[in-house]
């Protein structure tokens, strides 16, 4: 199986297998999206008491960031944001009761499915609707994120975009002329075991999960990702079949301004990674042999150091968009790219929008409980080469 090369701005097939973020638009910034559109101020009162179940009884549920775990003004851009497509189609979506659900009892479904990770019949009983009323929604609000939240998962665009992105790197623990850290996490589900087809699922800790590739700036957000690679294959494998790594072995990513770090040695822009990809020219690794020299472990403790972005990143979405977090039952593996690809928008437009509900979530690092680190022994002479110039420079024994 392949993946799908690249995500074009308009609905894609349900039986696309991969979501492989690779060319996108070249602005993240809200504006560049939509403004955001003033809600009735009224809504929550009122949708708040048709709360019911185990949540109407927690002390939290009249409290909006409780029960979806973003603030109102994040949640109206998000309403604004997906109007346009989710209103366009007519429906005839209703509670139990018949009334017909507004843009913001829709949105707020959708986002409590996608936060809490709740049954479809939980969340039916939670806010007095069908479950089927709840799957469609919650479908439709991904379709409409895929089309309208793009602009919010990008590679940067410009020179002084990037050069910001590196020197924030940098500032870390001073590794020079990085520009992003490459991470991969496993969405664990529970599959029909007789079934021989769910096989290549089947991954080496006796899991069945599906891989979520991610490349991280400084800020946790993800600025690459590629969903839907079986969890069976190796990280290095999933890295070699993924649209970043073509583009970035054709020169059109990581191909900006060089570091000149002594006379005649230049360090060209990469990425960091941990010791499950190969060592490349574009992307770093940590030193794996035994016995290391004083200036390796130097090199590997401020590798991990600043790749740890991508680990907190990877430990947030999951945190945050429960909904792939522990292990999802039977679920379609069609469309679960798709809704991992809008947790992704999701993780980043809070960052964009500088969310409040995120100073109060703890950073943690730990996002693939129960998976050992994988070693690839795969290495490109000149990336070990220039590497070892990295490592001398860091340690200031670089001649000038």
Sequence with gaps: MGPIRGFKRRKKAADKKVVDQNVLPSSATVASCLGTQPQPLDWWDEFSKRISGPLSQSKDSKNFESVFRISRKTFNY???????????????????????????????VALRRLSSGESLSIIGDTFGMNQSTVSQITWRFVEAME?????????????SEMEQIKSKFEKIRGLPNCCGAIDITHVVMTLPTMDPSNNVWF?????????????????????DVIAGWPGSLSDAVVLRNSGFFRLSEEGKRLNGKKLNISEGTEVREYLIGDAGFPLLPWLFTPYQEKGLLDLQTEFNKRHAATRMVAQMALARLKEMWRIIHGVMWMPDKNRLPRIVLVCCLLHNILIDLEDEVLDDMSLSHHHDTGYRRQNCESLDQSASIMRDQLSLYLTGKLPP
Excluded at 147 to 159: A, D, F, I, V
Excluded at 203 to 223: G, H, T
Aim: charge should be negative; hydrophobic fraction near 35%.
């Design 78 to 108: 998000i309403c604004s944001l997906v109007k346009e497509d989710m209103m366009a189609r007519q429906s005839s979506f209703t509670d139990i009761n018949g009334k017909p659900l507004s843009l913001n009892d829709q949105v707020a």
């Design 147 to 159: 089309e309208r939240g793009l602009c919010h998962l990008n590679w940067p665009s410009t020179e």
């Design 203 to 223: 991954d080496r800790e006796k899991n069945y999960s599906m891989i979520l590739q991610a490349v991280v700036d400084p800020e946790m957000r993800f600025r």
